[in-house]
């Protein structure tokens, strides 16, 4: 690595992590040799690139302004050396982040042709429904589920998931099986990932918009738990049918409401990096929205 991309990797890394020790360790360097990297940097520049206290890293405003552009110029560096060597040859480590259930059951396992065409690539999957600063852990991409908030993020739609309402035979035995959407409203209703608090859940039937209030006493911001809840007899839930479909033929969910569409999920790969990431980031992404597209219903 030449003087000045290391300079500018190792100031793009403090500066989206926020830390001079991870940036350290992520990149193979001691904290005193990062210090003294962005201070050669700093001092070739004559500019003052961070705020330092003994609390947090602050980027100045020239720091800023080199951080939008040294990103772009490691990935058109990273982009130039992959096109040379041929896609065949990606190399280095593609770190994804990923929701516990769809990650487990639907990503992973479809993982193993894309390395192994790419022997040279290695990957860290960091498995979480918990909000992760993208940035800040150096995520290459992230697949997400569900509406994408605005962001300068770049993103590529990869599949889109069947949703239905879901119940265990014994929550339906003890509390009555729903008829229609509006009898939801006497049921307890169980929200996962991102559905916090009473909500409304809304259905489509020919070409009637149906919107129900529904409320419960179970909450969880993790996939698991709101198959275990759910499983347990705790409550009514929605989920999609790719990730329940094991239960839905073993008779551990019923499928209720089958009259009444849900919206359907799209999943999407989030590149935090912007709109054009990496080759080998973009060779994922292409392999997996063909794999994921494939197995979703």
């Known amino acids: 690595m030449s003087d000045r991309w290391q300079e500018l990797a190792v100031f793009v890394r403090v500066a989206e992590s926020g830390s001079f020790s991870r940036a350290g360790r992520d990149m193979g360097l001691s ?157 307890e209703c169980i929200f996962g990932p991102g559905g916090f608090g009473r909500e409304s859940w809304v259905f489509r039937r020919r070409n009637t918009v149906i919107s129900v209030d529904v409320g419960g006493r179970i909450r969880t911001d993790s996939g698991p738990g709101l198959y275990a809840s759910v499983m347990a007899g705790l409550g009514i839930a929605i989920a999609s049918r790719v990730m329940c479909g094991a239960e839905l033929s073993s008779g551990a969910l019923v499928p209720l409401l089958a009259e009444y569409a849900l919206a359907p999920a799209e999943v999407h790969a989030v590149f935090p990096g912007g709109p054009h990431p990496s080759a080998k980031v973009r060779a994922l992404a292409d392999y997996l929205a063909g794999a994921l597209s494939e197995g979703a219903s």
Not at 64 to 81: D, G, K, V
């Open 31 to 187: 904290q005193p040799s990062v210090s003294r990297i962005l201070g050669v940097l700093e001092a070739r520049l004559g500019v003052r690139l961070l705020l330092r206290t003994t609390r947090r890293l602050t980027l100045t405003a020239a720091g800023a302004r080199l951080l939008e552009r040294a990103r772009e110029i490691l990935a058109e560096i990273e982009n130039a050396e992959d096109e040379a060597r041929g896609v065949d040859s990606l190399h280095g480590t593609i770190r994804l982040a990923l929701p516990v259930v769809y990650g487990t059951r639907e990503v992973i396992p479809r993982l193993k042709p894309f390395l192994e065409r790419h022997p040279r690539l290695g990957m860290e999957l960091r498995v979480s429904d918990a909000h992760q600063d993208l940035i800040a852990e150096g995520v290459d991409v992230a697949i997400r589920m569900g509406r994408l908030r605005d962001s300068p993020f770049g993103a590529r739609r990869l599949a889109t998931l069947e949703r239905l309402v879901v119940a265990a035979p014994s929550y339906l035995a003890a509390r009555g099986t729903p008829r229609s959407p509006a009898e939801l409203a006497r049921h």
